[in-house]
């Protein structure tokens, strides 16, 4: 079984600063992790996936994660926000073999950018 | 290819009334799955296809639900005698048998409000 928990339902950051967003994981077989971005009655967008190579991931919009086993997390990280970084981010998890057939998803952050 | 396509976008419907939505994934992807996102939380995992072969359903997915993938290309979602729990955003997305979980194209869904 697995299970995704995202530590705040809403994160409002200023433009220029750092942006956190943090996912815990549970999985009874090694984990693949996901961070994807949705933006208002649009579909998914991946940023980044984590699948067992470098435990720090880099994905688009300067966006990266890193993968700590010891603390079961995966948590999402930017250095300098935009305006354009205002969505709702989902973390995910799937496993390997049967397990990877479906993800499951983090219930989401949203992200305000306050100017 | 212009990624995964998914129709209606939005669907307002009477309660009692039979809705369906269609998905065309990626025209290359053998897998096809389905799922659901009501306001405020994480998409779950409904179904999945591979080729014409549905392969899994979720306990969500009640008997008034039923999915098809009848040619191993586009597949409809339908629900019968809609309930005003029903309301939620309905995505689709698409992949390689070889990539699974990690190679997702989530289409825009199909937001379906029961009134």
């Known amino acids: 079984a697995q299970s995704v928990t995202q530590l705040g339902s809403h994160v409002s950051v200023s433009e220029g600063a750092l942006v956190l967003l943090r996912c815990n994981y549970s999985?009874?077989?090694?984990?693949?992790l996901f961070w994807y971005v949705q933006y208002p009655n649009q579909g998914l967008q991946l940023l980044l996936k984590?699948?067992?190579?470098?435990?720090l991931v880099k994905g688009i919009n300067d966006f990266e994660a890193e993968f700590k086993k010891s603390e079961t997390s995966f948590h999402l990280t930017k250095p300098s926000a935009h305006m354009s970084d205002a969505a709702e981010y989902f973390c995910?998890?799937?496993?390997?073999?049967?397990?990877?057939?479906?993800?499951?998803f983090g219930g989401g952050t949203r992200v305000l950018v306050k100017p | 290819d212009t990624g995964v396509s998914q129709d209606p976008r939005h669907k307002i419907t009477k309660r009692g009334q039979n809705v369906t939505f269609r998905c065309d994934p990626i025209?290359?992807?053998?897998?096809l799955y389905w799922y659901r996102q009501t306001l405020g939380q994480g998409p779950e995992f409904l179904t999945y296809?591979?080729?014409?072969?549905?392969?899994?359903k979720s306990r969500l997915l009640s008997d008034r639900f039923s999915a098809e993938r009848p040619k191993g290309s586009f597949s409809t979602l339908e629900i019968q005698r809609t309930e005003q729990g029903d309301s939620a955003m309905y995505l689709c997305?698409?992949?390689?048998?070889?990539?699974?979980?990690?190679?997702?194209?989530f289409g825009s869904g199909t937001r379906l409000t029961v009134v």
């Open positions: 999985s009874s077989v090694p984990p693949y």
């Open positions: 984590y699948t067992s190579a470098a435990t």
């Open positions: 025209s290359e992807h053998n897998r």
């Open positions: 995910a998890v799937t496993g390997s073999g049967a397990a990877g057939n479906k993800l499951t």
């Open positions: 296809f591979q080729n014409e072969a549905q392969l899994e």
């Open positions: 997305a698409s992949s390689l048998v070889e990539t699974g979980g990690f190679g997702y194209t």
